[in-house]
């Protein structure tokens, strides 16, 4: 079964870390743009951030710049979103989403993936 599992979320004050993680299973994750979105309540979903596997290439989205780091470790299937200096504007349900077939992050952030998990709740407290 192919599947994307989210971990990691949760409550934390303003100017705290937390890291993401999101795991695929039933395929490799190392021939893919992988991608984090978030949505909060009332508003419209964001692409946070993306890494194409086969290369290393990122984006951002300009609010995280220099506070989101992403990372992908292929031997664990996982891609990472380390969250610092977290605001209170981060808070949304965040989820990863994986397109194949050498897609670049533009064509997955626009909505063109293959596969996308649950998500996973991230709440910043001030």
């Known amino acids: 079964e192919v599947q994307l599992v989210e971990s990691g979320g949760g409550l934390v004050q303003a100017g705290g870390s937390l890291r993401l993680s999101c795991v695929a299973s039933?395929?490799?994750?190392?021939?893919?743009?992988v991608g984090w979105f978030r949505q909060a309540p009332g508003k419209e979903r964001e692409g946070v951030s993306c890494?194409?596997?086969?290369?290393?290439?990122?984006y951002y989205l300009d609010s995280v710049k220099g506070r989101f780091t992403i990372s992908s470790e292929n031997a664990k299937n996982t891609v990472y979103l380390q969250m610092n200096i977290l605001k209170t504007e981060d808070t949304a349900s965040y989820y990863c989403?994986?397109?194949?077939?050498?897609?670049?992050?533009?064509?997955?952030?626009?909505?063109?993936?293959?596969?996308r998990g649950q998500g996973t709740q991230v709440t910043v407290s001030s």
């Open positions: 989403a994986a397109a194949l077939g050498h897609l670049p992050c533009a064509a997955l952030l626009g909505g063109g993936y293959d596969y």
């Open positions: 039933g395929f490799a994750l190392d021939d893919y743009a």
């Open positions: 890494i194409t596997t086969y290369d290393r290439s990122t």
